[in-house]
């Protein structure tokens, strides 16, 4: 006979061994244990037709049962007696306990469906076993049922949970592009994949986002096939930097399955909501199998078996708990999808647990929790943004820090972009009449001669110290209206006007415009960044500042001026491209 699972043709490449007899069996180990010393980790295809209950199926049917194999009623049969005598145990737990005995560091993976998986880890010993309904059912979404799953082996034993191998294609299956696309259903099982406990098992051709099923037979591909770069760069930036934090997701000790509350309070089975911890470091994961969107929260854990599978001691975990907060601590973590930075107080998890709301097929990763220190301004900035979350949160932190000084500036700040006299609120902002008097004179000019409001500021900035927060006049235009970049870039045009005048107007602005690139002010504009050892210019905050520059400077000048600024722009950009966005180096070019 070939060997032969009973759903389809016989495997014609392969031959049934008799494992009733003990030689033959030995012999396959013998076999397997002279891999596990040459090889780390073994597989096993279709292990389960090798447990007992299947042996007896296939090849040995009881008297009066057709089998599962043709002709094996008449050839094989055996009453339940007489194969429990030439069978008494299991054939993969004594590989398991050979193996263990022999070659001790050896992994061992089974291929194990028809809802094994779980026996073969309990019963059997396997290190590792195939989780089909992993990618059966999430294709499906046949999600309560999945959930249930997991909630079934966490409350017998979440050690279970870890030995999985999760998967979304094999040789066996279609790709996984044919089964889950290559949109936001794919990244977002990719993404429980990555972040359950257990092993994940990226298929042939899942990344690049081949559609050519391969398997074993196949002595070439047939399709000439290139990777999908923006799947690819996709994965780069979504999946990959999760699976570099597997230390965090792989256990099973401090993993919480939660059940996602809607406020109708109803579970949205839909939902797949857990957290775990390694140490200090946490995460929560949330991700909806389904294309309608949700919005609900997380705060008690389904039932989590802490004792043994013969005695279980099933407890609830709060979500504050699973992730071990303390109640009177704020903390600060970042949402993976999108970069965005939050801040809760420890109570207000335990409480309220954590809201969130997913469109279809989206996801929240939830990482890098972290203590803030106890300052009251950490109270006024999350008051400030009322449960949202933004991509600076030490940014939002000096905003608040700044606010005495904010709140100072902004009557004149309002006046200038207003339209409005600036004579009274200079006055009273800058406490010198004459002085106030001087920079109300330089503001009237700039509106009169229809300048761009940034001349404006520069003649405010004229007339305070040198060592004036720029921040602060950004703020207030952010304040008003303006975008956050765009506020910054704002702000540090008026101080280089200020400070440098009449720059670009020179025919030769090389020594200058050098002074310029090297200030304090060009330098926040331009974002430099250190990156081992040397210093760069952020492209895009370059283009927004040297254009900036351009208009500031062009609105003042000549027909003849214009075009010799133009030209001296064009020079900037060309020498900042040369430098490879080197600051230093840039500088030094534009300098000599």
Not at 69 to 75: G, I, K, N, T, W
Not at 309 to 322: F, G, T, W
Not at 536 to 547: G, K, N, P, R
Request: with cysteine; aromatic share 10%; proline share 5%.
């Amino acid at each position: 006979y070939h060997g032969n699972d009973g759903t389809q043709m016989p495997w014609n490449d392969t031959a049934q061994l008799d494992y009733l007899n003990p030689a033959a069996r030995e012999a396959v180990i013998q076999t397997i244990l002279w891999v596990a010393r040459h090889f780390p980790i073994i597989r096993f295809d279709a292990a389960m037709t090798l447990a007992r209950r299947h042996i007896q199926r296939l090849w040995f049917p009881p008297p009066g049962q057709g089998g599962a194999v043709p002709s094996r009623a008449e050839q094989g049969s055996l009453t339940q007696a007489q194969f429990d005598a030439l069978l008494p145990t299991e054939f993969w737990r004594e590989v398991v306990d050979r193996v263990q005995a022999e070659v001790p560091d050896t992994l061992l993976l089974a291929e194990a469906f028809w809802m094994m998986e779980g026996y073969f880890v309990r019963s059997l010993g396997m290190h590792r076993v195939y989780n089909s309904a992993f990618m059966n059912m999430l294709k499906t979404e046949d999600n309560a049922q999945y959930r249930a799953t997991v909630r079934n082996v966490i409350e017998y034993s979440p050690e279970i949970l870890k030995r999985f191998v999760n998967f979304m294609n094999n040789p066996d299956e279609d790709t996984a592009e044919a089964q889950f696309g290559t949109g936001d259903k794919a990244f977002g099982v990719a993404l429980l994949m990555a972040t359950m406990p257990g092993l994940p098992m990226f298929g042939h051709g899942q990344i690049e986002g081949f559609t050519e099923k391969y398997g074993m037979e196949y002595p070439r591909a047939y399709r000439d096939e290139q990777p999908n770069p923006d799947l690819v760069g996709r994965h780069e930036g979504e999946i990959f930097p999760l699976v570099r934090r597997r230390y965090l997701f792989s256990q099973v000790e401090n993993f919480a399955f939660y059940d996602f509350m809607t406020a109708s309070g109803e579970v949205d089975e839909n939902v797949f909501a857990y957290s775990n911890r390694a140490g200090d470091a946490r995460a929560v994961v949330l991700y909806n199998n389904v294309y309608g969107s949700t919005a609900g929260r997380v705060r008690l854990s389904t039932p989590i078996n802490v004792g043994s599978s013969d005695e279980p001691n099933l407890q609830v975990r709060s979500l504050v708990d699973a992730l071990g907060l303390e109640r009177e601590r704020m903390y600060r973590f970042r949402d993976h999808r999108g970069g965005r930075w939050y801040l809760r107080w420890g109570h207000e998890i335990a409480d309220d647990g954590l809201f969130a709301e997913l469109g279809g097929y989206q996801s929240h990763v939830f990482l890098d929790f972290t203590e803030v220190a106890d300052d009251p301004l950490w109270d006024k900035v999350a008051w400030e943004l009322g449960g949202a979350g933004v991509l600076d949160l030490d940014d939002a932190y000096a905003v608040q820090r700044r606010r005495p000084a904010l709140d100072q500036l902004f009557p004149v700040v309002d006046a200038v972009l207003a339209g409005e006299p600036v004579g009274d609120v200079l006055t009273t902002y800058l406490g010198d009449a004459a002085a106030a008097k001087k920079a109300a004179t330089a503001i009237s000019a700039a509106r009169k001669a229809k300048l761009p409001d940034v001349h404006a500021f520069a003649a405010l900035l004229a007339a305070l110290p040198e060592d004036f927060e720029m921040a602060v006049l950004a703020d207030a235009c952010v304040v008003l209206g303006n975008e956050p970049d765009e506020a910054r870039v704002a702000a540090a045009t008026a101080r280089l006007l200020a400070d440098f005048g009449d720059v670009l107007m020179s025919p030769n602005p090389a020594q200058g415009w050098a002074a310029l690139v090297a200030s304090p002010a060009a330098a926040a504009a331009l974002r430099i960044n250190t990156h081992e050892g040397v210093r760069y210019v952020h492209q895009e905050s370059a283009d927004a500042l040297i254009e900036a520059l351009l208009e500031a400077f062009a609105a003042r000048g000549t027909k003849a001026q214009r075009k010799r600024i133009a030209a001296n722009v064009e020079a900037l950009r060309v020498a900042l491209v040369a430098a490879g966005y080197r600051a230093d180096d840039w500088v030094a070019a534009l300098g000599a």
